[in-house]
């Protein structure tokens, strides 16, 4: 264990502990846009910085999401230096989404209302956050970034429809701006953002559209489960366990 001080607060931490966790564990709010707990760190957004301070005096500022603790270090989340820095740093981003909640709502937290350039009405913050759930969580790396400097995107390669997406909609379910999203219409599922559309299959007992069969047959693969529990929709499934409950309480 290495005893850092975050904050004033003294506390115990596990040694390559990020500045993250170190401060959750103290009940310090640490803004955050890219990060997920189930996903590797990237430290794309640069909404998490914190200034270490070391026994010898020198600074730098860092990412709290992906800097470890090697050594006892003092960390300081909301000095004059780094409320400066993340103020900028959200200014650029409700810039770039100036109608995104999500940023929105983290930038009047740091105090940023409104910003002082040119607003582009994007809701994409290149935060990486799609394209790790789909290669770490779903293994399909179906997205990724695209072009560079200003141009740099997330997209699919050649820019159609790719043969690793399956339609699961795990991208829509991480992305803290909205931008994808997913749209189902009567048996069909779209995720415009990646030029993607699936046929849907129907729960085999009330008709409802379940999912696309390429995300069902990734489940299959992952989950072991009898055959004709795969073609029922939640409801369904709800159902048939309750009265399988029912009956074995009957026995």
Same mark, same amino acid.
Not at 40 to 49: D, V
Not at 189 to 209: N, Q, Y
């Given at each position: ?15 390559k ?18 990060h ?23 600074? +730098?500022?860092?990412?709290?999401c ?9 960390i ?19 810039? +770039? ?34 394209? +790790? ?14 072009? +560079?400097?200003?141009?740099?995107a ?44 699936f ?33 029922l ?19």
């Amino acid at each position: 264990m290495i005893q850092v001080t975050i904050d004033g607060i003294k506390l115990q931490v596990e040694e390559k502990s990020t500045v993250l966790d170190a401060a959750r564990k103290a009940g310090i709010w640490i803004p955050t846009l890219c990060h997920h707990d189930a996903l590797s760190t990237y430290g794309a957004c640069r909404t998490c910085l914190v200034e270490v301070v070391y026994d010898d005096g020198w600074r +730098r500022l860092v990412t709290a999401c992906n800097f470890p603790i090697e050594a006892p270090v003092s960390i300081e989340t909301a000095n004059e230096k780094v409320t400066k820095h993340r103020k900028m740093v959200m200014e650029l981003l409700l810039a +770039r989404c100036p109608n995104s909640p999500a940023v929105k709502e983290v930038a009047a937290r740091v105090g940023v209302t409104e910003p002082r350039f040119a607003k582009e009405d994007d809701y994409c913050i290149l935060c990486g956050l799609c394209t +790790r759930v789909c290669e770490e969580a779903i293994g399909r790396s179906a997205i990724g970034f695209t072009s +560079r400097g200003i141009d740099e995107a997330v997209d699919t390669p050649f820019l159609a429809q790719s043969d690793a997406c399956i339609g699961c909609g795990a991208c829509a379910f991480v992305c803290p701006t909205g931008i994808i999203y997913v749209e189902d219409q009567g048996m069909t599922r779209r995720i415009k953002k990646w030029h993607a559309e699936f046929d849907l299959v129907s729960c085999t007992e009330c008709g409802k559209p379940i999912t696309t069969r390429q995300h069902l047959e990734y489940l299959k693969k992952k989950i072991s489960l009898p055959a004709y529990i795969w073609e029922l929709c939640p409801d369904c499934k709800k159902k048939f366990y309750a009265q399988r409950a029912v009956l074995v309480g009957h026995m």
